[in-house]
């Protein structure tokens, strides 16, 4: 149960990271073709950073469960 709960509120932090990345041109508040405005540049640092861990910190528990599925084959197959 904490797993998942877990592994989901990395999905929502992961998708919330790409729509900050997407949100200054998807919005519009970032006109076509201008400099970025502090607020774009933020939300591209802010949005990129949450993205990355939260992919990260997937990547890192698929690993952990792999590892275990593995784990637990070798166990059955010794056994």
Request: glycine share 12%.
């Amino acid at each position: 149960m904490k797993a998942k709960l877990g592994v989901s509120a990395l999905i929502l932090l992961f998708l919330a990271g790409v729509w900050l990345i997407a949100a200054p041109f998807a919005v519009g508040y970032q006109p076509r073709g201008a400099l970025y405005a502090d607020a774009t540049v933020n939300d591209l640092w802010v949005g990129g950073a949450l993205a990355g861990l939260s992919f990260v910190a997937l990547v890192i528990y698929a690993a952990d469960a792999l590892r275990e599925l593995a784990g637990r084959g070798k166990h059955v197959a010794d056994g």
